[in-house]
T-cell receptor
Framework: RKEVEQDPGPFNVPEGATVAFNCTYS??????FFWYRQDCRKEPKLLMS???SGNEDGRFTAQLNRASQYISLLIRDSKLSDSATYLC??????????FGSGTRLQVQP | GAVVSQHPSRVICKSGTSVKIECRSL??????MFWYRQFPKQSLMLMAT?????????EQGVEKDKFLINHASLTLSTLTVTSAHPEDSSFYIC????????????FGPGTRLTVT
């Protein structure tokens, strides 16, 4: 079983749509949680950290459920520029980041 | 945010040759550097963790004699792919973490290796 599981997609949505991605992780010792965005042939870039209380950054809302070991990302009012692969990432202590395989989003005009 | 560079960004080499990839932290001292590999449509997979001045710790299934890692200074780590084969063709990405930001990692732009 993968340590971080994500639906690979692709999610094809029209501009302006709201889309949600989910992720589950298996390591209960995980302490830090993130969503990264990766464009084709580029390095991943941090989109936002995820906190137990839930957090929002503009059109992006992230939620964490530690009991269920479940993380989500909601994108409202999708833009064409949101098209990318979204990586769910967890970290335990000083260990390296553990990446999910990513969910591909394609926003269409 | 902090800046991490990688060189080269793209390399094509012949089977059997060795390739060295450099990862540099430009504006902070990186006590720990991580090397990842990403095959097409797959996740980033951690290959090894290197701490300045000590031997790298390799993940299960990664051959330490094939992927030589050197972290000789607080701003530079190198990954050498020895006797490269076509199956080593991949996207290699490093990330660096500093003392003050031990929980934050900064990624280099990656190196695309093609072995012919």
């Amino acid at each position: 079983r993968k340590e971080v599981e994500q639906d690979p997609g692709p999610f094809n949505v029209p501009e302006g749509a709201t889309v949600a991605f989910n992720c589950t992780y298996s390591n209960s010792a995980s302490q830090s949680f993130f969503w990264y965005r990766q464009d084709c042939r580029k390095e991943p870039k941090l989109l936002m950290s995820v906190y137990s209380s839930g957090n929002e950054d503009g059109r992006f809302t992230a939620q964490l459920n530690r009991a269920s070991q479940y993380i989500s990302l909601l994108i409202r009012d999708s833009k064409l520029s949101d098209s990318a692969t979204y990586l769910c990432v967890v970290k335990a202590g000083r260990r390296a980041l553990t990446f999910g395989s990513g969910t591909r989003l394609q926003v269409q005009p | 945010g902090a800046v991490v560079s990688q060189h080269p960004s793209r390399v094509i080499c012949k089977s059997g040759t060795s390739v060295k990839i450099e990862c540099r932290s430009l504006d902070f001292q990186a006590t720990t550097m991580f090397w990842y590999r990403q095959f097409p449509k797959q996740s980033l997979m951690l290959m090894a963790t290197s701490n300045e001045g000590s031997k790298a710790t390799y993940e299960q299934g990664v051959e330490k004699d094939k992927f030589l890692i050197n972290h000789a200074s607080l701003t530079l780590s190198t990954l050498t792919v020895t006797s490269a084969h076509p199956e080593d063709s991949s996207f290699y990405i490093c990330s660096a973490a500093g003392l003050e930001s031990s929980y934050e990692q900064y990624f280099g732009p990656g190196t695309r290796l093609t072995v012919t």
